[in-house]
């Protein structure tokens, strides 16, 4: 008896494969667009967008009723330096050593990449962004890697206020453990409000918010078009970072156990997150949906694993790696894995288009989520074309320096007034020329 999952299966032995495989990339290619400018969810995004920024924290309330069922008044959106403390007081000990461990290692990594404090060149300063407003999802799960993953970068940077807004889905609040994780850090601007409408209040500012500089985090559909439609004219943004999407690029030494759980594992998120494998092995890919089968019924989230691996997730096989190696560069996944044996770091050197990449059979995605030390905010949707993970470098700008004296301007005098005068810029060629009278 056919199973509901069977279909997710592409293999090159069949007739219609590269026609299968074409389809799959057009639709993935359209879920990863879904809140493209012309569609009916950017509209209402752009409309939430307008009535926030008309009509401030009253628009923030009311659409935090419609969507969270939660009623607050502009004064119960930031939550109390008291109920942060009191959450930090009530995590468990055992966890709480972790998150300080997983902070560590993030702040290591961090640091050691940070651009910022090695200024060796005259002619380039680099200052950190004044404020920033970091989007937490809270909406399926409480995230508190999230906001170690965010915030520590911002704060190797020098960044000075940083603002976490999080969707009321706890009791009508925020999960305590996200609370926790910010007071840990010593964040205390912390409000319950989540999807576009807290984009928006910290892109344009609300009488209960202030306007921040640049907004970065992941989070659903709604939350990234938000971040896309604000970005460049009101604030900076990292990148369209979600739905969660998962690569998985595997050969006959992978352990078909070991794949299936790293696909479910992005499945779990919501319904329109992707688990890809590719693969030149048949045998491989039928067990691997064998024990998917098995697997997604032990989850808890099973439904909505079920829906993501239906919709946006399949296991392909190709006649070799070449060709898998080449769909993984075009879909541009936010996690690549390589689970090829001692071929997996050979193979990983091809790929050049991720947003992460995990290298081995011990390296699942989890271990980046949490804890190696690289941030877990990646570009999705085939962005990581264009786009990068999120960085302690994301936080500071640089400006230029120039300073010249007049010896210098004498000898260059010429050259510049020759290319001002080209260009029909009699002014500029002459603020060179009456120095040079003098």
């Known amino acids: 008896m056919p199973h509901e999952l069977d279909k997710i299966l592409i293999s090159c032995q ?50 935090t009723n419609k969507f969270d069922g939660i009623k607050l008044t502009p004064e119960q959106f930031r939550v109390s330096k008291a109920d942060l403390q009191q959450a930090h007081k009530q995590i468990e000990p055992d966890l709480l050593t972790s998150l300080r461990q997983a902070i560590e290692n993030v702040r290591k ?16 300063k680099y200052s950190p962004i004044r404020r920033i407003g970091i989007c937490v999802p809270g909406a399926s799960a409480p995230l508190p890697s ?11 940077a020098g960044v000075k206020e940083i603002a976490v807004v999080s969707p009321p ?22 409000y319950r409000i989540g999807g576009a409408q807290a984009v928006a209040a910290l892109a344009v500012g609300t009488g209960a918010i202030l306007k921040v500089d640049k907004i970065v985090g992941p989070g659903n559909k709604w939350v990234q078009s938000a971040k896309k439609n604000v970005s460049g004219d009101y604030v900076g943004i990292d990148s369209i970072a979600g739905p969660s999407e998962v690569l998985i690029v595997a050969n006959d030494k992978a352990n078909p156990a070991w794949v299936a759980a790293d696909m479910l594992s992005q499945a779990e998120h919501a319904a329109d997150s992707s688990a890809i494998v590719v693969t030149d092995s048949q045998p491989l890919a039928e067990k ?3 024990e998917l089968k098995k697997q997604v019924e032990q ?3 099973a439904e909505d694993a079920k829906e993501s691996l239906k919709k946006f997730s399949r296991i392909i ?13 075009e879909f541009a996944s936010e996690h690549l894995e390589i689970q090829c044996g001692q071929e997996s770091r050979k193979v990983a050197d091809k790929v050049e288009n991720a947003g992460a990449i995990f290298i081995g059979d011990f390296t699942p995605v989890a271990v980046g989520d949490y804890w190696a030390g690289p941030s877990h905010t990646l570009p999705t949707g085939t962005r990581a074309k264009f786009s990068s993970a999120l960085t302690s470098n994301d936080f500071v700008k640089s400006i230029s320096i120039i300073e010249y004296d007049k010896e210098m301007l004498a000898q260059s005098a010429d050259d510049i007034i020759r290319l001002a005068e080209v260009e029909g810029l009699d002014a500029h060629a002459k603020s060179v020329r009456i120095r040079q009278q003098s």
Request: with cysteine.
């Open 14 to 63: 069949q007739s219609d494969f590269k026609e299968q495989v074409k389809r799959f990339r057009s639709e993935m290619m359209l879920a990863a667009r879904c809140s493209g400018y012309g569609s009916q969810e950017n509209q209402k995004v752009i409309e939430i967008l307008r009535d926030v920024a008309d009509h401030g924290d009253e628009a923030v309330a009311d659409y």
């Open 109 to 124: 990594y961090q640091s050691e990449i940070f651009i910022g404090d090695k200024n060796t060149h005259l002619g380039i």
């Open 146 to 156: 999230t906001v170690i993953m965010t915030a520590v970068p911002a704060q190797i």
């Open 169 to 190: 889905r706890y009791k009508g609040g925020i999960h305590p453990v996200i609370l926790a994780a910010c007071h840990e850090l010593g964040i205390d601007e912390v």
């Open 288 to 290: 691997v949906l064998t």
């Open 299 to 301: 989850l808890q989230r």
């Open 317 to 329: 096989v190709f006649s070799d790696m070449t060709g898998a190696i080449e769909l993984a560069n």
